[in-house]
């Protein structure tokens, strides 16, 4: 006869005091044989000490909630990405570990064991090393946002990490807001795109074609404010053929202690640019395609949206003004959207590009035809120059870098899936050039 599952431990005391009863009251008889009272204790789960206590529990979850706090701030492009997740992946193992007994027939829990030593595998991690802690009390560091995030709301109780926003802006130059709101915008000259208590970046943008409303950005001005004992102020500026990998006062770093609090990466010499704030859990892309600069960052919600009413005009948090647009504001040039046009405005707007031309250069680069696709066909129209090809690509690749949710990479017009709204290229071909004259205007 198989044997059942073992009862709990108050249900165990029950039946030991009913056969205690029972024994006083009928004749002793002789001993059991060993193996059957081995097969008893294993049955009623009381082989070792202390299991007649509440029984053990399960704790998978735990484990895999711990590890997503670990690594939900890790960012892929980041120098020492690999150490800090093996040292969460050794830290989960070492959960599993603990619970295994608990856990013994849990299929979460044998998924989570096989799933971990994938990662392992993939990440080249060793079994032994350093391991994460997942007590936020003692790995609170002032200087380290994740770290003294992860702290509050463990102590409020909220088991989800932080949120982060994105904000971008490249070519034409096209903004994508905090919102996710995507538009194109004239602003001429200097523009605050963040303004708050922790971050000021200011860009400065120039006509790129004489006649023509269209800029694109030559200077770009960040100022990381002070903040308490992690970095005292520091001011990075660009501008065209001038990309440094160093602060204004030629430092590459702020704060004291390793890691930085406050870092400057060199990706490519002159060209592209990151900066690594983790007292702010704040990264910044800057670039320079062509004779132009693009930016992307990923901030914490929390810290991108504290700011004095003084400093509500932001082209990240508020986008640009609608005198300064010349989109639709539903985040697509307007002339994808407009009317059909006659078939001679179907003449390029710039020597050296059809509608056809720079449709088939964009798409070698984005196969995916969404808001990117028809900003880099926009700004080849407008401009005639190859590099904002380059430009859309590369602000693409950014939002995948930094961009926190997935599903929202890709913007397309509103009321399409995947094919921009109103009835498909039909609708790029007609409105476009449509666009090119609003801009020439």
């Known amino acids: 006869m198989g044997l059942r599952a073992a009862p709990s431990c108050a249900a165990a005391a029950a039946s030991a005091a009913a056969a205690g009863a029972e024994q006083r009251r009928r004749p002793q008889l002789c001993p059991p044989p060993l193996a059957l009272l081995l097969l008893l204790l294993l049955s009623l789960g009381l082989l070792h000490a202390g299991d007649c206590q509440q029984p053990a529990q399960c704790r998978i979850q735990k484990c895999t909630t711990d590890f997503v706090s670990l690594t939900s701030h890790l960012n892929s492009a980041v120098d020492g990405f690999d150490s800090e997740f093996c040292k969460a992946l050794r830290a989960y193992a070492g959960c599993t570990q603990r619970t295994s007994k608990a856990c013994r027939g849990n299929l979460v829990y044998h998924s989570a064991v096989l799933g971990i030593s994938d990662l392992m595998s993939q990440r080249n991690c060793s079994k032994d090393g350093p391991t994460s802690s997942t007590n936020p009390e003692v790995t609170h560091d002032p200087c380290n946002y994740h770290s003294h995030a992860g702290a509050r709301e463990h102590r409020g109780g909220d088991l989800n990490p932080p949120s982060y926003l994105f904000c971008g802006l490249f070519g034409d130059p096209h903004l994508r807001?905090?919102?996710?709101?995507?538009?194109?915008?004239?602003?001429?000259?200097?523009?605050?795109?963040?303004d708050n208590n922790y971050l000021s970046v200011q860009v400065t943008n120039v006509p790129v074609v004489p006649g023509s409303s269209a800029t694109a950005t030559n200077k770009i001005t960040i100022i990381f404010k002070a903040h308490r004992e992690c970095t005292e102020q520091k001011v990075y500026q660009a501008v065209t053929d001038d990309l440094p990998a160093a602060f204004v006062d030629g430092s590459t770093s702020g704060g004291a202690g390793d890691p930085r609090s406050l870092l400057i990466v060199e990706r490519e010499s002159g060209r592209s640019v990151?900066?690594?704030?983790?007292?702010?859990?704040?990264?910044?892309?800057?670039?320079?395609?062509?004779?132009?600069?693009?930016?992307?960052?990923?901030?914490?919600?929390?810290?991108?949206?504290?700011?004095?009413?003084?400093?509500?005009?932001?082209?990240?948090?508020?986008?640009?003004?609608?005198?300064?647009?010349?989109?639709?504001?539903?985040?697509?040039?307007?002339?994808?959207?407009?009317?059909?046009?006659?078939?001679?405005?179907?003449?390029?707007?710039?020597?050296?590009?059809?509608?056809?031309?720079?449709?088939?250069q964009c798409h070698e680069r984005m196969p995916v035809k969404d808001i990117y696709f028809q900003s880099c066909v926009f700004d080849l129209l407008t401009t005639g120059d190859a590099n904002f090809t380059a430009a859309a690509h590369s602000a693409l690749g950014d939002v995948e870098a930094l961009h926190p949710r997935r599903e929202r990479w890709h913007i397309f017009p509103s009321g399409s899936q995947g094919v921009p709204h109103g009835g498909g290229p039909g609708a790029v071909a007609l409105g476009l050039p449509c666009l090119i004259l609003v801009v020439f205007l």
């Open 274 to 360: 990151e900066m690594h704030a983790r007292y702010i859990g704040t990264t910044v892309f800057v670039r320079q395609l062509g004779r132009y600069l693009t930016l992307a960052i990923r901030m914490p919600e929390a810290l991108a949206m504290s700011y004095e009413e003084s400093q509500d005009l932001q082209l990240c948090v508020n986008g640009c003004p609608l005198s300064e647009r010349i989109d639709d504001g539903q985040g697509q040039v307007s002339a994808i959207l407009g009317p059909s046009t006659p078939h001679t405005s179907l003449a390029p707007a710039w020597p050296g590009y059809t509608l056809e031309a720079a449709s088939a």
């Open 177 to 194: 807001t905090f919102k996710d709101h995507f538009q194109t915008c004239k602003v001429e000259g200097a523009w605050p795109l963040i």
